[in-house]
């Protein structure tokens, strides 16, 4: 063998061979990255990451979630929402009076606070947001929120730091959707009036033009990679002892697309914060236990979302020439749904999916929602048992190992998910394995989300699906889902008018909260609400996932809730 | 994508009848090692396939909700005093950390493994009892069980489709080739087309429009389908270019002159000799389908949960942590890969039998 | 020759619109479109959806859109991404380049590893060595692509962070490194994906290598060299090395249509940032101009490849001529 080997090696060809493998081989070995140690510290500089490239610097126009987060840093609100309480704090407003008849609110403005560019933020800025937000010609995911009744806010400002805004009637939700941001009328406007609004400040403009008034300025962005803010030196905010805000002196966040890669590039210190998922909780953990990472691990709170399974109501689908489907009859039974509400393995989906890191969820309002939480409402257990007791009494027999209903239709529905959820599958099959024990045929397909979103809100072609919405502090917020009109209800959007007692119920109970200044009194409206979905089982809850967060050891003052930052002016790394 | 046409394979019209008289025995003989070892591993999965009840010790979907990722399971052979029970058994594992999801074995008890009891191959008396040979899956699934069952999709998938592909792409090549003219043009127009569609992602684009609410048997049969109709152009062309060549041939303008119709005269003449060529490039490529199939499941468009298939049983290695803790998920790999390269051998074994004329 | 070209460039723009056209159909197949996305957002009311339609020429009947796609085209203007807000020269021009590195380093590395052995191995016909290394070309050809990928994925985690890294075309702080630092970054990155890509692309050329060495070796022109007495070495290097390069050539060519996504699924498991899945989720997300623009530039790249390798194999291989070329 050694001979051959030798033989092989004397060939020219072979020799050839040879010499390129260990060229390669000493490229790749010589290849070490010499790179500056970690000095986010030194610098001041959090490194974060998205998943996605903003899609705009435009604040009104924002449609996604990350460019949301960004422009969050770059223009200051009018009123901020306090993570902690969940009550509305002082933003650009230092303060504001609601009048005794709760239709007229004031809004006093800071004094003290300036553009980048050096002028003064003034009450002409704030009406001119308005006056964008309400132009129809402006498509903005902002004005729903603003309007009462279908009608926009009458706002006026008296002199240059004070906005009075009209409602037609008392209208709760406002103070935390008028948390708009301002934007500068200095610039704006005259593009606006030149009917330019939609195509300023896309994600091609030089980001040192995007003029705000937040505690970051943006001062580069590379696509797919990244992009730097830098202290705004002017702003507003001081602390305790009258330093000023921010105390970090610029974020750069990474744009990486993929979740596994940014867990990687946390656990390589490229990273300062991480909300990792259940496995990732397990990993870190062990991994600062064994000391390979410096960092913390803190359970900031319960999920604000969770997944439930939903059931198709719409007449629209299932009604055609007068014939009715079984399939309707069905999923508007309660005792059907009940029974197969008894039939989600929770504890199963929390050990098997979430590896243990998740708690039942009972109500579509999370347990976080201190104010709005309904705490009374009792969960449906496991129980395959009462389960098929419940399909008996109500008529639902087994005939030849199938469940068939009272007129000897065989039950059987398709379940749909969106694709590329891992979770998804698999409480979608564990529900599957424990319908199939009761003799119900489920035909699983999961479905691109664009399909999916396709047949929901157009088609109504689909039985069952297993969705999440991401949950809000305003109950109000979540309109779309819980009145009847809405295009996010889901078993039966866009109803003319309410087609059952208890939607109408939903749709006046949520106006009559949404009337109701008093935050505790307005609760008891939406504790009733999710007392009825629970009792209607108009959706079928699964679990909340408890969220963590981890962050490098250095980093002081970072305080993560399930809301977002609380006090992220503060943050700073250890001197 | 396209295969460079300058080295069309030459005819050998008598090929295939040729090996084939001299029966199956003979074949054997003459087959090397390495495709006797391919042809008794795909034997193996057909079997799989077709007997996965009898294969299979348990149940490919019931969920075992307490042993969720479970690793594969140490087989012992029991001293003689016991084998009244039998000769395997294994220790029970139990979790020791839900959250970690370690386990530990129970060395105070044990499970035997029972051969060709209740049906199966071998089972244990309980699936809460039950012996993990190559672990289980995140539901607490046996993973071997849903090999076996997952053969079923993954050694179809490449049969069916080259069925599909190679009638519809003898047939179009050898009527086109045969006929020629306009009808030749424009079908060939179409598979130029067809070959240079960027077929994986066209593949994604047809697998979202598959309709929700088919049992997973029609919805299989649509993805072979779809793989089946791209695919099809590059052999059409080839047997095109056979048996145009073909016509020119004595014989054939023989069985012309005679007054043969053109039915005839494809049927007889033409297909059977470019038999040869085709029967190898099917073998060689269904490890395509098999593959195509893989991916597709892979990234969650092809075969849906709960039923396996070897694509779909791999999806779960896409998150990196569950690939680092339990890396037992990878199995399922081997399996497309000891598929692809048996198919790869025969291939390869058939060319040098049937099409001697062709050297790679 | 000029004939050749120009009937070839003629044919060719059926083609593209043929192909164009399918694929604009397939994905018009799918329900929905880009917007569809944001109908789950409670935020997003239903006429602001409609707004955005109509800004993004959504509402349009599918002819009117493929046509207006492909006045745009002819005037170089690919249209503009939905997702990423930017036009699609630009997007696919930032991803190509990522594409373009992997491609060509996983062809160096396949080919000057097999056409040294394949020559190896052919002149040593049967012994151990040619055993060996044709079972693992064999291996190699077999194994899946993304099972490989799997596989180094693992191998990289289980090697820990001293090792390369496990996927990412660059690492996160790569805009704060010097420009050599850079390079090493990005060849650290690359070697992992390179052996995945190569691997297979290797074992087949190795193959072929053998088996054009083993053809020439015999034919009748070497043994005539042979028998003119020249030396051996002369006989290999000179008579049958340069025959057997001939197909090598065509093949470049060939290869050039699968620069684009020829690695979806690699990409995918390894996190690399090139065209592949960029198309992968333009598909997915519906975002209809980035998969015409990609599928266009897909298409192009490999037609030009074919006519390349065809006008390579005329150049290089006194058999073939144009005329027999335009007749296929």
């Known amino acids: 063998m050694a001979r051959r080997l030798k033989d092989t090696c004397a060939h020219p060809a072979g020799r050839g061979a040879v010499g390129l493998l260990c060229l390669i081989a000493a490229l790749a070995a010589g290849c070490e990255v010499r790179r500056p140690t970690n000095n986010h510290a030194d610098q001041q500089i959090l490194y974060t990451a998205v998943g996605a490239d903003p899609q705009t610097f435009n604040p009104i126009l924002v449609t996604d979630a990350v460019s949301g987060e960004l422009l969050g840093d770059v223009f200051e609100s009018l009123i901020r929402v306090n993570p902690v309480t969940t009550l509305p704090e002082p933003g650009l407003a230092q303060s504001w009076d609601i009048s005794p008849d709760q239709k007229t609110i004031t809004f006093h403005l800071r004094h003290d606070v300036r553009w980048f560019d050096g002028h003064p933020l003034t009450a002409r800025d704030v009406l001119f947001t308005l006056k964008v937000i309400y132009d129809p010609k402006v498509p903005n995911s902002i004005r729903p929120g603003l309007l009462v009744d279908g009608k926009p806010l009458a706002a006026e400002a008296p002199d240059d730091y004070t906005v009075v805004v009209h409602l037609p009637k008392p209208f709760a939700p406002l103070l935390y959707s008028i948390g708009i941001p301002v934007i500068p009328a200095h610039i704006l406007e005259p593009v606006w009036k030149a009917g330019n609004f939609n195509r300023v400040w896309g994600i091609n403009t030089p980001p040192q033009k995007i003029i705000g008034d937040g505690p970051y300025k943006l001062t580069r962005y590379v696509q797919n990679q990244f992009i730097r803010m830098d202290r705004n030196d002017d702003y507003w905010m001081t602390d305790e002892h009258g330093a000023r805000l921010p105390r970090l002196h610029g974020r750069v966040v990474q744009v990486i697309p993929d979740a596994n890669a940014t867990y990687l590039r946390y656990q390589y210190g490229q990273l300062d914060v991480y909300a990792p998922r259940a496995e990732e909780v397990l990993d870190i953990r062990q991994k600062i236990g064994t000391g390979r990472l410096h960092a913390r691990l803190r359970q900031i709170g319960i999920d604000t979302g969770e997944l439930f399974f939903c059931f198709n109501r719409n007449p629209r689908h299932y009604v055609k020439n007068g014939v009715t489907d079984p399939k309707l009859t069905w999923f508007t039974d309660r005792n059907f749904l009940r029974a197969i509400a008894h039939l989600v393995d929770k504890q199963a989906i929390i050990n098997l999916v979430y590896h243990g890191l998740a708690v039942p969820a009972v109500s579509d309002i999370s347990p976080e929602n201190k104010l709005f939480y309904n705490p009374n409402l009792r969960d449906f257990d496991y129980n395959p048992g009462l389960a098929s007791e419940i399909f008996e009494t109500a008529g639902y027999h087994m005939v030849n190992g199938r469940r068939t209903d009272p007129q000897g239709h065989p039950i059987e529905f398709n379940l749909t998910a969106p694709t590329g959820r891992p979770e998804a599958d698999q409480i979608c099959a564990i529900l599957k394995q424990d319908l199939e024990n009761q003799g119900i045929k489920v035909d699983y397909q999961p479905l691109e989300f664009t399909t999916l979103v396709e047949k929901i809100d157009s088609s109504f072609d689909w039985d069952c699906v297993l969705l999440g919405l991401t949950g809000t502090i305003d109950p109000n917020d979540g309109s779309n889902f819980y009145r009847s009109s809405g295009n996010l209800h889901l078993w039966n959007p866009n109803q003319p008018r309410p087609a059952t007692p208890w939607e109408a119920e939903i749709d006046r109970l949520m106006d009559a909260g949404a009337s109701e200044m008093d935050p505790q009194k307005r609760a008891p409206y939406y504790w009733q609400i999710q007392q009825i979905l629970h009792d209607q089982l108009a959706i079928i809850e699964t679990v909340r996932r408890k969220d963590y967060v981890s962050w490098t050891d250095s980093l002081e003052n970072y305080q993560p809730t399930v809301w977002g930052l609380y006090k992220p002016e503060w943050i700073q790394f250890k001197l | ?360 | 020759m000029a004939r050749f070209l120009i009937r070839r460039l003629l044919n060719m723009i059926p083609l593209i619109i043929g192909i164009t056209f399918i694929s604009f159909l397939a994905m018009s197949l799918v329900p929905g479109d880009y917007l569809s996305n944001l109908k789950m957002n409670p935020r997003i009311s239903p006429e602001i959806i409609h707004q955005l339609q109509a800004q993004f020429g959504l509402d349009k009947p599918l002819l009117v859109r493929y046509v207006k796609w492909l006045w745009g085209v002819i005037h170089l203007d690919f249209g503009y991404s939905l997702q990423y807000r930017v036009s699609v020269t630009s997007l696919i021009a930032a991803r190509a380049f990522n594409t373009v590195i992997l491609a060509v380093a996983s062809m160096v590395f396949a080919w000057i590893l097999a056409i040294p052995i394949g020559i190896v191995v052919a002149l040593r016909q049967n012994s151990i060595w040619d055993r060996i290394l044709s079972f693992l070309a064999f291996l190699g050809m077999s194994v899946p692509n993304f099972f490989l990928a799997f596989l180094m994925v693992y191998f990289a985690m289980w090697m820990g962070k001293d090792w390369l890294p496990p996927g990412g075309t660059f690492s996160v702080d790569y805009n704060s490194l010097t420009l050599m630092n850079r390079i090493a970054d990005r060849i650290n990155h690359l070697i992992l994906p390179v052996f995945v890509l190569g691997v297979a692309g290797m074992a087949g050329l190795m193959r072929l290598m053998r088996s054009q060495i083993l053809e020439i070796k015999n034919s009748e022109f070497v043994r005539t060299a042979r028998a003119k007495g020249l030396p051996e070495r002369v006989v290999i290097y000179k008579h049958v090395l340069r025959n057997a390069l001939n197909p090598f050539i065509t093949m470049a060519g060939y290869s050039l249509g699968d620069l684009l996504g020829g690695a979806a699924l690699v990409e995918a498991v390894m996190n690399l940032q090139g065209l592949g899945l960029l198309l992968l989720n333009a598909v997915r997300s519906l975002d209809i101009y980035l998969v015409m623009g990609s599928v266009l530039i897909g298409t192009m790249l490999l037609l030009v490849g074919n006519l390349l390798a065809d006008i390579a194999l005329v150049a290089v291989d006194p058999r073939v001529d144009f005329s027999s070329m335009a007749s296929q």
Do not use: K
């Not at chain 2, 590059?234 to 012309?256: N, T």
């Open chain 2, 1 to 360: 994508m396209s295969a460079p046409v300058t080295t069309l394979p030459r005819l050998q019209a008598a090929a295939v009848a040729g090996p084939i008289r001299g029966g199956l025995a003979r074949e054997w003989r003459l087959a090397s090692r390495t495709v006797r070892a391919s042809v008794i591993c795909l034997v193996v999965f057909y079997l799989f396939a077709a007997f996965s009840p009898f294969f299979a010790p348990y149940d490919p979907i019931y969920q075992n909700r307490s042993m969720p990722d479970c690793p594969p399971m140490r087989l012992h052979l029991s001293a003689p005093s016991q084998w009244g029970y039998g000769v395997f058994w294994t220790y029970p594992l139990h979790m020791v950390d839900a959250e970690e999801r370690s386990y530990a074995p129970d060395r105070n008890h044990r499970i035997y493994i029972h051969l060709f009891s209740r049906g199966h191959l071998f089972t244990t008396d309980s699936e809460q009892a039950p012996f993990y040979l190559m672990g289980s899956d995140g539901l607490g699934r046996d993973l071997f069980s849903r090999i076996v069952y997952g053969a079923r999709v993954s050694m179809c998938v490449g049969l069916i489709g080259v069925l599909i592909s190679f009638s519809l792409g003898i047939a179009v090549g050898a009527l086109s080739g045969y006929v020629g003219g306009l009808t030749d043009n424009l079908i060939m127009r179409w598979s130029e087309i067809e070959m240079s569609l960027p077929s994986f992602y066209f593949l994604l684009a047809l697998a979202a429009v598959i309709p929700p609410g088919i049992s997973a048997a029609q919805r299989f049969l649509l993805i072979v389908a779809i793989m089946s109709f791209i695919s099809w152009a590059g052999l059409a062309r080839v047997i095109r270019g056979m048996s145009s060549s073909v016509r020119s041939l004595p014989y054939v303008e023989a069985g012309r002159a005679l007054g043969g119709s053109r039915w005839r005269i494809i049927t007889r003449h033409v297909i059977p000799s470019v038999l040869g060529y085709a029967i190898v490039a099917a073998t060689l490529s269904i490890p395509g389908f098999i593959l195509g199939e893989s991916a597709l499941s892979l990234l969650g468009l092809g075969i849906q949960e709960p039923t396996p298939s070897w694509g779909n049983l791999l999806s779960q290695a896409e998150d990196p942590q569950n690939l680092v803790r339990y890396p037992w998920i990878l199995i399922p790999g081997i399996f497309i890969f000891l598929t692809v390269m048996a198919f790869n051998f025969l291939g390869d074994h058939l060319r040098d039998r049937l099409d001697p004329s062709s050297s790679f």
